[in-house]
C-alpha cells in the first residue's frame, strides 16, 4: 500500500473520530470549541518548520518563517483564548 | 532507524492527545483540561518537528517563533469577549495563509519542477484552500470589526464571475504542474496563488452580518481542511490528522448555525436573505403595543415563581450580560427562579452568547439551549426578552412566513411576556413580530444596558 493510500485512510479515519468526538460537545461550549479547533489548524506550523529549517535559498526561507510566524499567531493565540473563556465558565 | 521510530511514536502521541483534548471539551467540567491537552499535544509535535529535521537557519526561525508568540499572546489578552467572532476570524486567517505559504515554499523548492502526481496535486490544493482561508477570514474579520460594511456587497453575474475563478484556479493549477506544457509553471503558479486570495475576498463580501456566524464556522473548516493538504504536501501524519479534526469541527458547526437560521449552505453562500423584497413593510410598527417602565416590569418580575431570560445580539451589541446577571441574582434573592434560554444563533458565532453570560459570572448550569427549555415556556410565568427578535417569532409556525419553520422559542406560550428592544423595527429577517402585539406581552423600549440597570433599581425598591 502507497503512502498516498495510507494518509488517505488516516485523513478519513480521522475526520470520522472528530465528528463522533465534536457532535457531542454541548452548545455552551461551541466557541470555545472553535477557537480551540481553531488553534489544533495552526498545526501547519509542523510544514512551515519543515520548510523553513532546511534550506538556504532566500525566497524559500522568507515564506518559510513567515509561515512559521503566521502558524505561531494561530497556535499561541488560540490556545490562550481559549483558556481564557474556559477559565470563565463556572458552576454553582 | 530506533530514532526514527521514537519520531513516529512522538508524533502518534500528539495525535491522540489533540482527540483526547478535543474529548474533553465534551463538559464545561473538563474543558479547560481538554484544551491544555490540546496545547500539550501541539508542543510535542512542533518539538519533534525541529529534533527530527536537520534546522539549518535556527536564528531565523526562533524569530519567527518569537514574533508569531509575541503577536498571539498579546492578543488573546487584549481582546475583548464581544470581539471575539473577528479574534477568531483573524487567528483562523493566519492559519491558512501558514498552510499556504508552506505549499509555495515547497514549490519554490522544487524550483517549479514539481511534476503530475499527488505530491504536486496536494501542493496545489493548499494554495487554493489556504489562499481562500487566508483572504475569505481577513473580509470575515473587516466586516465583523465594521471597518467595512457588513451588508452583502452584491453585483450582476456574481455567482458565475465565482464558478469562473474557481475554474480558472483548478486550470492554472494543472498548467502550474506542467501539464500540456500551457504557459510557464511560475507564471502559472502565481496566478494560481493570486486567484485563490481573490476568490476568498469574492466568496465572502455577498455574506451579511447576520450569517456571519455560519461563515466563521465555514472557513474555520477550511483551515483544518488547508492544514491536512499542507500534511499531504510534507507527508506528515500529525498535520493530516489535525487538519482533519478541525475540517470535521467546522462542518459540524456550520450544519447547527444552517439549522438554528432555518437555511441550506448554500442559501447562505451564494444570496441574501430570501423573499424579503415583496413583504409589505408598511404595516411594520403601525399596530398598538402596551409599553412599559423599569418599575412595571420590576413588579412583574419580582413577585413571581419562574422567570426565564431569552437574550439575544442586541444585548451583546450593547455589552449589557453583567447588569443582565444583576437582575437575575436580585431575583433569585427574591426565591424566583430564574433560568437564562440561549438560541443556537444569539452572538456572532456559535455559542458566543453562553461566552458573554460566563464572563458576567452567569454558572453554566443555569443556562439552557433551545431544545432543552422549550418545553418550559408554557409553564413560566414571565419571560424577558433582551434584544433577540427572530429567534421568538411566532411567525415561523406560519407555513407561508419567509421564516417558516425556523426553530424557535416559544415565548408566546409563557403568561407574560416582556420584550425590551429600542424600537419595534423587524430583526434580519425583515418581518414583523406579532409576538409584540399579543395581550399578555409589555415593550420596554431602551437601550439594552441603560434599561436593565434602570430594572436592578426598580427591583431593589420593590417591597
Known amino acids: 500500500m502507497g503512502e498516498l493510500m495510507i494518509a488517505l485512510y488516516v485523513f478519513t479515519l480521522a475526520t470520522l473520530a472528530g465528528r463522533e468526538v465534536i457532535t457531542k460537545v454541548p452548545p455552551t461550549l461551541h466557541t470555545p470549541l472553535m477557537s480551540g479547533s481553531n488553534a489544533i489548524s495552526g498545526i501547519s506550523i509542523v510544514g512551515a518548520l519543515i520548510v523553513a529549517g532546511r534550506t538556504h535559498g532566500t525566497l524559500e526561507l522568507i515564506l518559510g518563517v513567515a509561515a512559521v510566524a503566521m502558524g505561531t499567531i494561530n497556535v499561541v493565540g488560540g490556545f490562550l483564548v481559549t483558556d481564557r473563556m474556559l477559565a470563565m465558565f463556572k458552576k454553582r | 532507524m530506533n530514532g526514527h521510530i521514537i519520531v513516529e511514536l512522538a508524533y502518534l502521541l500528539s495525535a491522540i492527545l489533540f482527540v483526547v483534548g478535543l474529548k474533553r471539551l465534551q463538559s464545561p467540567a473538563t474543558a479547560r483540561a481538554g484544551n491544555a491537552i490540546a496545547a500539550a499535544a501541539m508542543l510535542i509535535a512542533i518539538v519533534t518537528t525541529m529534533v527530527d529535521n536537520q534546522i539549518l537557519s535556527w536564528t531565523e526561525i526562533i524569530i519567527g517563533l518569537m514574533i508569531g508568540g509575541l503577536i498571539g499572546g498579546i492578543s488573546s489578552y487584549a481582546v475583548k469577549m464581544t470581539a471575539m467572532p473577528q479574534m477568531v476570524g483573524l487567528f483562523?486567517?493566519?492559519?491558512?495563509?501558514?498552510?499556504?505559504?508552506?505549499?509555495?515554499?515547497?514549490?519554490?523548492?522544487?524550483?517549479?519542477?514539481?511534476?503530475?502526481?499527488?505530491?504536486?496535486?496536494?501542493?496545489?490544493?493548499?494554495?487554493?484552500?489556504?489562499?481562500?482561508?487566508?483572504?475569505?477570514?481577513?473580509?470575515?474579520?473587516?466586516?465583523?470589526?465594521?471597518?467595512?460594511?457588513?451588508?452583502?456587497?452584491?453585483?450582476?453575474?456574481?455567482?458565475?464571475?465565482?464558478?469562473?475563478?474557481?475554474?480558472?484556479?483548478?486550470?492554472?493549477?494543472?498548467?502550474?504542474?506542467?501539464?500540456?506544457?500551457?504557459?510557464?509553471?511560475?507564471?502559472?503558479?502565481?496566478?494560481?496563488?493570486?486567484?485563490?486570495?481573490?476568490?476568498?475576498?469574492?466568496?465572502?463580501?455577498?455574506?451579511?452580518?447576520?450569517?456571519?456566524?455560519?461563515?466563521?464556522?465555514?472557513?474555520?473548516?477550511?483551515?483544518?481542511?488547508?492544514?491536512?493538504?499542507?500534511?499531504?504536501?510534507?507527508?506528515?501524519?500529525?498535520?493530516?490528522?489535525?487538519?482533519?479534526?478541525?475540517?470535521?469541527?467546522?462542518?459540524?458547526?456550520?450544519?447547527?448555525?444552517?439549522?438554528?437560521?432555518?437555511?441550506?449552505?448554500?442559501?447562505?453562500?451564494?444570496?441574501?436573505?430570501?423573499?424579503?423584497?415583496?413583504?409589505?413593510?408598511?404595516?411594520?410598527?403601525?399596530?398598538?403595543?402596551?409599553?412599559?417602565?423599569?418599575?412595571?416590569?420590576?413588579?412583574?418580575?419580582?413577585?413571581?415563581?419562574?422567570?426565564?431570560?431569552?437574550?439575544?445580539?442586541?444585548?451583546?451589541?450593547?455589552?449589557?450580560?453583567?447588569?443582565?446577571?444583576?437582575?437575575?441574582?436580585?431575583?433569585?434573592?427574591?426565591?424566583?427562579?430564574v433560568k437564562y434560554a440561549?438560541?443556537?444563533?444569539?452572538?456572532?458565532?456559535?455559542?458566543?452568547?453562553?461566552?458573554?453570560?460566563?464572563?458576567?459570572?452567569?454558572?453554566?448550569?443555569?443556562?439552557?439551549?433551545?431544545d432543552e427549555i422549550n418545553d418550559d415556556f408554557p409553564d413560566t410565568d414571565a419571560v424577558l426578552i433582551i434584544g433577540a427578535n427572530d429567534v421568538c417569532n411566532p411567525a415561523a409556525r406560519d407555513p407561508k412566513s419567509v421564516i417558516a419553520g425556523m426553530p424557535i422559542m416559544d415565548v408566546d406560550k409563557a403568561r407574560r411576556t416582556i420584550v425590551m428592544k429600542r424600537s419595534l423595527s423587524p430583526g434580519f429577517a425583515g418581518i414583523d413580530n406579532d409576538l409584540f402585539y399579543n395581550d399578555n406581552n409589555l415593550m420596554f423600549f431602551g437601550d439594552a444596558k441603560n434599561s436593565l440597570a434602570e430594572l436592578v433599581k426598580a427591583i431593589r425598591e420593590l417591597p
Open chain 2, 342 to 370: 440561549v438560541h443556537p444563533v444569539a452572538g456572532r458565532m456559535p455559542g458566543h452568547m453562553n461566552v458573554l453570560l460566563a464572563e458576567a459570572d452567569v454558572p453554566y448550569n443555569k443556562l439552557f439551549d433551545r
Open chain 2, 92 to 337: 483562523n486567517g493566519f492559519g491558512g495563509g501558514a498552510s499556504a505559504l508552506v505549499a509555495i515554499a515547497e514549490f519554490v523548492t522544487l524550483k517549479g519542477q514539481i511534476g503530475v502526481g499527488t505530491h504536486g496535486i496536494s501542493v496545489m490544493a493548499t494554495v487554493i484552500i489556504g489562499g481562500v482561508t487566508f483572504s475569505g477570514s481577513m473580509i470575515a474579520f473587516l466586516k465583523l470589526q465594521e471597518w467595512m460594511t457588513g451588508n452583502p456587497i452584491v453585483y450582476p453575474l456574481q455567482k458565475t464571475l465565482n464558478a469562473l475563478l474557481f475554474l480558472a484556479a483548478l486550470a492554472t493549477g494543472i498548467f502550474a504542474l506542467g501539464v500540456g506544457h500551457v504557459g510557464d509553471p511560475w507564471t502559472m503558479f502565481w496566478i494560481l496563488t493570486a486567484i485563490s486570495l481573490v476568490l476568498g475576498v469574492t466568496l465572502t463580501i455577498p455574506i451579511g452580518g447576520a450569517d456571519m456566524p455560519v461563515v466563521i464556522s465555514l472557513l474555520n473548516s477550511y483551515s483544518g481542511l488547508a492544514g491536512a493538504a499542507a500534511g499531504f504536501v510534507v507527508m506528515n501524519m500529525v498535520l493530516i490528522i489535525a487538519g482533519a479534526l478541525v475540517g470535521a469541527s467546522g462542518i459540524i458547526l456550520t450544519m447547527i448555525m444552517c439549522k438554528g437560521m432555518n437555511r441550506s449552505l448554500a442559501n447562505v453562500a451564494f444570496g441574501a436573505f430570501g423573499g424579503t423584497a415583496h413583504i409589505d413593510k408598511s404595516q411594520i410598527g403601525k399596530r398598538p403595543v402596551k409599553r412599559a417602565d423599569a418599575e412595571m416590569v420590576a413588579a412583574e418580575l419580582g413577585y413571581v415563581h419562574s422567570v426565564i431570560f431569552v437574550p439575544g445580539y442586541g444585548l451583546a451589541v450593547a455589552q449589557a450580560q453583567h447588569e443582565l446577571r444583576k437582575v437575575g441574582d436580585l431575583l433569585e434573592a427574591r426565591g424566583v427562579d
